[in-house]
């Protein structure tokens, strides 16, 4: 490595030239880190959701080209889209993960230190991706937005834990703490939501109710822990009232992992009055309102949000990583394809058509 301290580095990255089209293999070069930053080689990256979001752009600024990709490890590191700086209010807090400096920034394609962009092809400036950009072979990244691991941890499983795993995992253990024996309902069966269930499991959790539109997701939740499915279109009724039905009164603890303001609100009426706590995790559309009425908190209900699990990257993620090590959390299950590089809008089109999980994509 110190061959290329200070030198530009010449490499292979997927870059996105426009909105919806299929990412193009460049070379680019790299250029090389600044005041707090590093230049990390990632080995393996998966796709998120997130990444597809912000690539189809449909409601957000379009800011391309970009190179894409935020859940990735490499050099034995989980780089992260949202940072710890350690210094400002948030850092400091016990409770707050939302850094000042470094919480996520999709629409900033530039590096804080100097408002440029670290990757060029022939001169031209290539944006960056919530400080990331992991669907390349190096990349440079803020200090702060680095959790250094376990080495002896397999990047090509732990890299899920830097973005959507922890998020549904944390909302579970850190936010809605469920007791156990209880009993937990999870909104949306995707990653985050089988993160979710994951969580409710590993916390001994008797019962875990997993709501979704596609019955094609029940049979493969099982593995995550959960144990009976409702799908909202074979009720006549809201499916809070089905819950509340099938729970005498309402669940100990639900999870929302879907965005759909509609779930939200279900997710928060389907808990138990006097205890019952509900965890909002799901990105709502941004012209979305939530309404209930105001008697559901008055009886004693909660409702909170969560933003990536409550983990605090730098701190907390390494531990994460120990509980897949100990066996305590099992990753495999989360990952059901796995492609090269060069075939990385395999795994976009994988996503668009709603098949599997996570796809690690081999640098």
């Not at 580095?9 to 707090?36: D, M, N, S």
């Not at 939302?98 to 060029?120: A, E, H, P």
């Not at 024996?181 to 590993?202: C, D, K, M, P, Q």
Request: proline letters at 5%; hydrophobic letters at 40%.
């Amino acid at each position: 490595m110190a061959s290329t301290a200070g030198q530009v580095i010449r490499c292979k990255a997927a870059v996105a030239w426009e909105a919806g089209k299929p990412l193009v293999i460049e070379e680019v070069e790299v250029a090389p880190p600044q005041k707090l930053e590093v230049r990390i080689k990632i080995l393996f990256t998966s796709l998120c959701h997130t990444d597809i979001y912000f690539w189809e752009a449909k409601g957000q600024n379009p800011v391309f080209p970009r190179i894409f990709g935020h859940e990735a490890g490499g050099d034995h590191v989980l780089p992260v889209f949202t940072g710890e700086c350690k210094e400002c209010a948030h850092c400091k807090s016990e409770e707050s993960n939302m850094c000042d400096l470094l919480r996520i920034n999709t629409d900033r394609g530039v590096m804080l230190n100097d408002g440029k962009s670290r990757f060029s092809i022939n001169g031209k400036p290539i944006l960056h991706f919530v400080g990331t950009s992991t669907f390349s072979e190096y990349t440079v990244i803020h200090v702060g937005c680095v959790a250094k691991i376990n080495p002896l941890a397999p990047l090509d499983k732990v890299c899920v834990l830097s973005c959507g795993i922890s998020t549904g995992l944390g909302s579970t253990l850190n936010v809605a703490k469920p007791k156990k024996g209880s009993t937990v309902a999870v909104f949306g069966l995707g990653a985050v939501g089988l993160a979710a269930a994951e969580g409710a499991r590993i916390a001994g959790a008797s019962r875990i109710i997993g709501i979704d539109l596609n019955p094609n997701r029940f049979e493969s939740a099982k593995k995550f822990g959960v144990t009976e499915f409702v799908n909202p279109k074979d009720h006549q009724k809201p499916v809070q009232e089905v819950i509340a039905e099938m729970t005498n009164g309402g669940v100990d603890r639900s999870i929302e992992c879907t965005g759909h303001v509609d779930a939200m609100i279900s997710a928060f009426e389907c808990v138990h009055d006097g205890w019952g706590v509900a965890v909002l995790v799901g990105v709502p559309h941004k012209d979305a309102v939530f309404k209930t009425h105001p008697m559901n908190l008055l009886n004693e209900r909660t409702l909170k949000g969560s933003f990536f699990g409550n983990y605090k990257p730098r701190t907390d993620l390494p531990s994460v990583v120990e509980k897949y090590m100990n066996k305590e959390l099992e990753l495999e299950k989360f990952i059901t394809h796995e492609v090269p590089f060069a075939e990385i809008n395999k795994a976009f089109d994988l996503m668009l058509k709603g098949e599997g999980l996570r796809c690690i994509i081999r640098m």
